[in-house]
């Protein structure tokens, strides 16, 4: 990574959208909005409102009672420092709760949790940590330091940053994969979500609609099922592009094509979450940063 014009606005655009440069961002309404969710998800576990609201009133270590603290939460930060306080009085709390923290996303470039983890697992975090990686995404330097990494510490065939920006909010390489099954609805004639996840959440679903499109091609690029699977779990890395998988699919849709297909597409996802009071995509999302992006570089 270079520190060019481009990468430092690249990151600054993020920056400006994610937290408008607020270490600690206030988020308005953010009481009211935990305790929807905390409703929503003990109606999905079956759990009696009764039961919650107890659990609720128990004291913190602060005195007040967790329910009192969620209601003047104000930023992410509190509402992560409760949890942390809750489970680490309960009995067995952090070893069955642990990696179970709503706030999964932290920071003035709001950092995905798990991909910082993964990130620092490969390559060890340079400064100090004074408590935990997730808890470093709260500060100005661990967040920063994530973010970049996220945004621009891999190789992708983007010819424009608009598609960084996409990955950032769908995950690394997602522009290329909706590219691959935008390639793939051409070849097997099968219309598929160009959502750039190519294989199911859950990896005990089966077989998911890009790996079944596929083996419908299957017999044309002479790969077994345990082969295409192998090549679609190597989606979240730059390894995927030089498969027989990616080479063949490109290879059979841009003959198909009055000319070669794109190799990076915006995915088509909408997004979702406590906080999100109105429909949003991630196209939404790259387009936003891509117009900070260029507004920096004019600057």
Request: aromatic share 10%.
């Given at each position: 990574?270079?520190?060019?014009h481009?990468?430092?606005?690249?990151?600054?655009?993020?920056?400006?959208?994610?937290?408008?440069?607020?270490?600690?961002?206030?988020?308005?309404?953010l009481?009211?909005?935990?305790?929807?969710?905390?409703?929503?998800r003990?109606?999905?576990?079956?759990?009696p409102?009764?039961?919650?609201?107890?659990?609720?009133?128990?004291?913190?270590?602060d005195?007040?009672?967790?329910g009192?603290?969620?209601?003047?939460?104000?930023?992410?930060?509190?509402?992560?420092?409760?949890?942390?306080?809750?489970?680490?009085?309960?009995?067995?709390?952090?070893?069955?709760?642990?990696?179970?923290?709503?706030?999964?996303?932290?920071?003035?470039?709001?950092?995905?949790?798990?991909?910082?983890?993964?990130f620092?697992?490969?390559s060890?975090?340079?400064?100090?940590?004074?408590?935990?990686?997730?808890?470093?995404?709260?500060?100005?330097?661990g967040?920063i330091?994530f973010?970049?990494?996220?945004l621009?510490?891999?190789?992708?065939?983007?010819?424009?940053?608009?598609?960084?920006?996409?990955?950032y909010?769908?995950?690394?390489?997602?522009?290329?994969?909706?590219?691959?099954?935008?390639?793939?609805?051409?070849?097997?004639g099968?219309?598929?979500?160009?959502?750039?996840?190519?294989?199911?959440?859950?990896?005990?679903d089966?077989?998911?609609?890009?790996?079944?499109?596929?083996?419908?091609?299957?017999?044309?690029?002479?790969?077994?099922?345990?082969?295409?699977?192998?090549?679609?779990?190597?989606?979240?890395s730059?390894?995927?592009?030089?498969?027989?998988?990616?080479?063949?699919?490109?290879?059979?849709?841009?003959?198909m094509?009055?000319?070669?297909?794109?190799r990076?597409?915006?995915?088509?996802i909408?997004?979702?979450?406590?906080?999100?009071?109105?429909?949003?995509?991630?196209?939404?999302?790259?387009?936003?940063?891509?117009?900070?992006?260029?507004?920096?570089?004019?600057?």
């Amino acid at each position: 990574m270079q520190p060019s014009h481009e990468n430092v606005c690249a990151v600054v655009a993020v920056i400006e959208q994610e937290s408008s440069f607020q270490v600690d961002p206030v988020v308005p309404g953010l009481g009211a909005i935990a305790r929807r969710e905390i409703d929503s998800r003990a109606q999905r576990a079956h759990l009696p409102a009764g039961l919650v609201r107890g659990v609720l009133g128990f004291r913190s270590p602060d005195g007040r009672t967790y329910g009192e603290r969620i209601d003047r939460a104000r930023t992410e930060k509190d509402l992560s420092d409760i949890y942390e306080d809750f489970i680490a009085g309960v009995p067995l709390g952090r070893t069955l709760f642990d990696a179970k923290n709503p706030i999964r996303t932290r920071g003035p470039m709001q950092v995905n949790v798990a991909f910082a983890n993964e990130f620092a697992a490969a390559s060890p975090y340079p400064y100090p940590v004074k408590r935990s990686i997730p808890d470093e995404l709260f500060s100005r330097r661990g967040s920063i330091y994530f973010g970049v990494a996220h945004l621009l510490d891999y190789r992708a065939p983007y010819d424009d940053y608009i598609f960084r920006f996409a990955d950032y909010n769908a995950g690394q390489y997602s522009s290329r994969n909706a590219a691959f099954q935008h390639a793939l609805t051409v070849a097997s004639g099968i219309a598929l979500d160009e959502d750039g996840a190519l294989l199911p959440a859950a990896a005990g679903d089966g077989p998911g609609a890009t790996e079944l499109a596929v083996r419908a091609v299957g017999a044309r690029i002479a790969l077994s099922e345990a082969s295409i699977h192998a090549a679609l779990k190597l989606g979240k890395s730059q390894s995927f592009e030089r498969s027989v998988l990616y080479v063949s699919i490109f290879e059979i849709a841009d003959r198909m094509s009055a000319a070669p297909l794109p190799r990076a597409l915006l995915p088509t996802i909408v997004l979702q979450g406590p906080k999100i009071k109105r429909r949003l995509t991630t196209a939404w999302y790259a387009r936003r940063v891509d117009e900070r992006f260029k507004g920096c570089l004019r600057r």
